[in-house]
């Protein structure tokens, strides 16, 4: 006599329901292919460098510069004088320093540019810096505006510069062995992505940065500071948080959002925008007098596959990336340093009769289990598939990786793995994020016209 058994017993005992458990095993990752080891170079190839912005990520991208064999800093550039000792006491020697980033440019003697200032000096920086002759290192995202990406990306081909937007992420090892592994079929047809990250302290979501004590435009060059956003008066708040604000940074989207995005788009192999974007969220913890959502989620909608982002600044979780795809999970969990992917294939394959036959009378209902166990075990696995985890070795360091690539093109002139082109597609999806929530309508991007449009 066949037992009765419900839907969600039948779930729980054929592994289908959310949360089984599958034995793993584990696996270092190697180097992709072509990585180069911070090794010691001759003299003839030594950079010099000079920096542009020693604040909060510039002051990092100082530090990890300078660890590089054959790497110097020898001039920076903040408006800030403040600034200028930091950077100083970071080189650990007397290094040239100014208010006027021209100066650097019209340096003779240096190689290339770290550009670290915030979003809404992006654009005229590099560019700036490619048309004399400068390669450069530009902080993501690549541009303030849409429109802006694909001025840089002439000024670095008529120039024949080398520039690599710093998003970290296009040099992390799981993600290069994630589209190793999609690009295998190792999940069969990829049509669902979700990325999610979250943050929940008022330091995470810049809230507690308070300005440098004596801040005053006695020691800040406010004016130039401002760029070509409306001039108005000094506020050391907008200056230290000025990721909160449209005129000069671009939100969570740009600080954060573009990070989910490139990993995506390598690991995907995406060379275009998304099509469309829908986003929603707001303001319900940091109503601190800024403009940037703390929470922003999007919907966009790629060729191939479809995405979902949940971005937070109220709740905080692991980062993680989850292609879905016919024949399998890949999950992408951790920080850059920490990252881990998993491997969980799938057939796609009925492994037991399944339920509906629960509304046959008992005799249909056994006579139709009997012939389909007839029909199909011989053709099913005599096993579960297993998980497979990849992680990073001890020591893995994205950003190192990162800014020696660029700096290992700086010297062969071989392509770098994050082009003003691939950056340029992260940053119009970051664009199309901010103008759907702004605009509360749909953003289209319209590739012919090289805008968005809502």
Not at 296 to 314: A, C, E, G, S
Not at 387 to 409: C, E, L, R, S
């Amino acid at each position: 006599m066949t037992k009765y058994i419900s839907r969600r017993d039948f779930m729980k005992q054929t592994g289908g329901a959310a949360g089984a458990t599958l034995t793993a095993k584990t696996i270092l990752v190697d180097p992709p292919a072509g990585y180069a080891q911070n090794t010691a170079v001759p003299p003839s190839d030594r950079i010099r460098v000079g920096i542009i912005g020693v604040g909060e990520q510039g002051a990092g991208l100082l530090r990890n510069a300078i660890f590089h064999k054959g790497v110097e800093c020898v001039a920076a550039c903040d408006l800030w004088d403040g600034r200028h000792t930091l950077a100083r006491e970071i080189v650990g020697k007397p290094i040239k320093v100014t208010r006027r980033y021209q100066d650097l440019l019209d340096d003779k003697e240096i190689d290339c540019i770290i550009n670290a200032t915030p979003d809404h000096w992006h654009k005229q920086i590099l560019v700036d810096c490619c048309k004399a002759g400068k390669d450069v290192y530009s902080e993501k995202p690549m541009s303030h505006e849409a429109s802006e990406g694909f001025e840089m990306i002439r000024a670095a081909e008529e120039n024949k510069r080398i520039v690599e937007i710093g998003a970290q992420s296009a040099s992390s090892w799981t993600f290069n062995k994630g589209k190793e592994l999609i690009a295998q079929g190792a999940i069969g047809d990829l049509h669902t992505i979700e990325a999610s990250t979250g943050r929940n302290t008022p330091n995470g979501a810049w809230a507690s940065w308070m300005p440098p004590p004596g801040l005053s435009p006695e020691n800040l060059d406010w004016d130039t500071w401002l760029g070509n956003t409306p001039k108005i008066p000094f506020d050391p708040i907008r200056f230290t948080r000025w990721r909160s604000y449209r005129a000069f940074g671009t939100g969570v989207a740009g600080d954060l959002m573009v990070h989910l995005l490139t990993g995506m788009h390598l690991a995907a192999g995406v060379t275009a925008p998304p099509q469309r974007a829908l986003a929603v969220g707001g303001l319900y913890v940091f109503k601190d007098g800024r403009e940037a959502p703390d929470v922003h989620h999007v919907l966009y909608d790629y060729p191939n596959f479809k995405v979902i982002i949940k971005l937070m600044l109220t709740c905080e979780f692991n980062q993680g990336t989850k292609f879905y795809g016919t024949r399998g999970l890949l999950e992408v969990t951790g920080g850059p340093e920490g990252e881990s992917l998993a491997l969980t294939p799938q057939d796609g394959m009925d492994h037991d009769p399944g339920w509906y036959q629960q509304g046959y009378p008992q005799a249909m209902r056994e006579a139709y289990e009997k012939q389909w166990h007839l029909d199909h075990d011989a053709q099913l696995p005599k096993e579960k598939p297993q998980t497979v985890v990849y992680k990073n070795p001890a020591g893995h360091d994205p950003w190192g990786i990162h800014m020696q690539n660029f700096f290992d093109a700086v010297r062969s002139r071989k392509p770098v793995v994050e082009d003003c082109t691939f950056g340029n597609n992260a940053s119009i999806a970051c664009h199309m994020a901010n103008a759907s929530y702004y605009q509360q309508s749909i953003a289209v991007w319209d590739g012919a016209a090289q805008k968005i449009q809502t």
